[in-house]
Every structure is written in C-alpha cells, then in structure tokens.
C-alpha cells in the first residue's frame, strides 16, 4: 500500500531556505493558521516539481493565502507551517493520491473544513465558555432572542446591552437610549426592570463599536480650536442621549451583499485563520475576534452553504474510509452545493491576495469598522 509521501527531518532542514538562521524559523508564525510553529517547523510545497523527494505532495491553494504577521511568505514555492497543519495537509493529499480529484489540492475550502476537525479533535477551546462576567449574563429555563437581530441566544452567549448610563460612571459607560424606541425583533423581551436587553455577541460589539466612535469624535470636537477661530463657534459635543446607531442592515462577511439585519443575520463561528483575519472588509461588516476563534457575520443563504460544505465534507471522508469503496467521476446531488460553498471561500481569498494582506495583526491596528476588534471569549460552537 503506497502512503503520501513525507518529510523527513533531514529532509525538511535541507529544503528550508539557506538565509534564515535556525533561531528565527524555530519560532516564526506557521503560514496557514498564524500560530507559533515552536521548534518543529514543517515545509509545505505551493506547486509541483518544488520538493527534492519525487512526488512531494504540493497544494495550489497556499498561493490564495494571506501571509500572517510573523510568518514567512511564499518562498521558491515552499512556506513553513506547523505540525498540526502539516498533517492536514497529508490527510488532504492521501484523500487526493485515492481520488485525484483537485479540488482537494487547489480549493481554500478543503484545508479548512479539515482544519476545524483537527481543532475539535484535539479539543482545543472546550474551556471556552466564559464571557465578561459585566457584560453578560445567562438565563436559564427561557429562550431569549436577541433584541436587534432575533437571533437564539444560547447559554454563555447572551450579552446585555444598558438603555439607561450603567453605574456610577455615568455617561463614560456605554448606554443606547434609542433601544427604548427602537421596535423589537419577534420573541424578544422589552428592557427589564434595571433597563437591560438581550444581544448577540455580533449586535453587542457592533452597538459598542459604533459607541467607540461617537466617543472619538467627540474628543476631537472637544480639542482645543485652531488659531483665530472662537470657542463660542464650536458645535456642542454629541450627547449620548440622542446618539443615531446603524443596526438595521449589515453586509455578510462572505456575499458582500448587504442584507436586512432582523431575520437575517446568522452568526458563523470558525478559526481564527489568516484568510478570514485578514480578508478585507468594508463598512457594516460584522466580525468578532475573541483572540482564538472569529465569529462572522453571515446571511442565511451563506451559513447554509457553509454548514453543507462541512456536512458534505465528512460524509466524503467516511465515504473513503470503507473498505472496497470505488470512487467514481459522476457529480453528486450536492455538488452544485459544494462548489458554492468553495467560491465564498475562495471568493474571499482571492479578493485578500488581490488588495493585499495585512500584515499587522488586528489587536495592533483595530478597525474603524463596527464589529471588528479584540472582544471577550464567546460561544465555542460552528455554526451558533
């Protein structure tokens, strides 16, 4: 029985490039997940005909990746990785040398349906349930929706938002008078007695990031005047209380389509990989970043293919995994669905190789965009 071939420890020393010293690739970023490769650093191949060992096993699809911050790019056709993303590499290429299909070597969309599987596997994020103790709580025995989308809010991911100033800090602490007017999605409770309502992580952090930059602008409208101009003619600063906040529409992360946020907006939790990390994003984008896993704002149309494209991706692999099976060439019922399911993904990629990757990691250079940013620990499901 032929295996997928590998590499060695020799062998892999001999291919790296010959001016990096030892000390920086023990420590660099890996290229395809951004996580520290520590002292064992792996070679992964981008085109055919690169590694020195005949029929090296080499992935198209690493030329669409973004490069993460600390990593190396794309080298004489090679990039560094680490070893948990090594071996879905060769996973991906034994199920390519049984079928030959390649879509499995070219498509973004392979490597990450596995990736998520290696993840859970080794059950990294099972402690990955607390929130902000001051920014949510958790009710047990009723289902809450939350307020703005009308999303189910499961245990350890409803978060309050304050209609009236919080504590004693006053106007400092975010509050949203406007929740007051504003009509309620369907199921969901009006402000309670201590004038709290419920919210999804994507909801809650878009309101606080909108707060953000009500308060930015009014230190800069609060600055000293310029020369010759008199403080009398200055606008008075924006009061909290009659603030205007843009929460009826959003844009999926994945379509780039702006859809109606009420009904509409579904939650999609993944890795926190380069290809969504640094994908560009526009304005009403909405994406949440705990520092381990992403949660994305995504339509209905799109969560839907997503979750088939990692349905279908472990039906394949149990498909492979029975003795006597033999693959055949005719489409499945579902492959228009796959191939959908690929284009978001690799839609997404491309458009980052095409502006650019960012190489500055977000928790330096947060974005002025709702949504976006460093937040507390959030649900630890993929599709909630």
Known sequence: TSHPPSITPRERHSSEPPDIPESQVSYEACFLCGQDCGRDVRVAYARAGVGKARGAMYFPFINLLPCPPGAQGVRNGRVHCCPLCYSVLEEIWGAYRLSLSEDLITSVTSFLGRYHTALAMKGAGTAHS?????????HIGSVSVCYLCGAELVAGGEFQLHVNPPGRC?????????????????RAKPADATGLVSACALCYHDLHAQWAQHESQVSASSAAPAPGSSSSSLQPASSPWARQYSCEAFVCFFCRQERRRQGG?????VARLPVFLYAPRGRRTLLVDDGRRLVIGSCVECKAMVLAGQSMQLEKERDQQGPGDIR??????????????????????EAEAESGANTSALS?????????????????????
Do not use: M, N, Y
């Open 265 to 269: 907006l579904c939650a999609v939790t």
């Open 364 to 384: 330096e250079s947060p974005s002025t965009e709702p949504g976006v940013g460093h937040t507390p620990s959030l649900p630890d499901t993929l599709e909630t």
């Open 170 to 186: 006053g106007e400092r602490e975010p509050f949203f008078p406007f929740l007051t007017v504003h009509p309620p999605a369907p």
């Open 130 to 138: 607390q929130i902000g103790a001051s920014s949510s709580s958790v």
């Open 328 to 349: 055949t060439d005719s489409p499945s019922p579902t492959s228009q669905h796959k191939h959908k399911t690929s284009s978001l993904v690799v839609g997404v990629a």
